[in-house]
Nanobody, 124 residues
Framework: QVQLVESGGGLVQAGGSLRLSCAASGRTSSSYGMGWFRQGPGKERVFVAGINWRGSNTYYDDSVKGRFTISRDNAKNTLYLQMNSLKPEDTAVYYC?????????????????WGQGTQVTVST
């Protein structure tokens, strides 16, 4: 089992920045791929960004491309999401996830473990 704990969410004004972290523990492996998903009010959970096991390949949803940056520190078993130029439509619960295949996948069904989520609220 892998446990994931997100942190760094909060309330921010439009145009501001936040940095989310996801600490992994348990049977972690640096060969795992990782990703961020989000679920807005009344919406389905959707892909935000993914990163492969080495950190050499990243993939972003078009809605966040150029504003968000995903990164990882394998020595600390931690995943990050730097979010800049935040918009009200970025308001959501953000979840980190791990996949054993090692890739930067956008499909949620490929992920094996999920965190509990952290709330991000962007005000106008």
């Amino acid at each position: 089992q892998v446990q994931l704990v997100e942190s760094g969410g909060g309330l921010v004004q439009a145009g501001g920045s936040l940095r989310l972290s996801c600490a992994a523990s348990g049977r972690t492996s640096s060969s795992y791929g990782m990703g961020w998903f989000r679920q807005g009010p009344g919406k389905e959970r959707v892909f935000v960004a993914g990163i492969n096991w080495r950190g050499s390949n990243t993939y972003y949803d078009d809605s966040v491309k150029g504003r968000f940056t995903i990164s990882r520190d394998n020595a600390k078993n931690t995943l990050y999401l730097q979010m800049n130029s935040l918009k009200p439509e970025d308001t959501a619960v953000y979840y980190c996830a791990v996949n054993r295949y090692g890739g930067a996948y956008y499909r949620a069904e490929l992920y094996d473990y999920w965190g509990q989520g952290t709330q991000v609220t962007v005000s106008t």
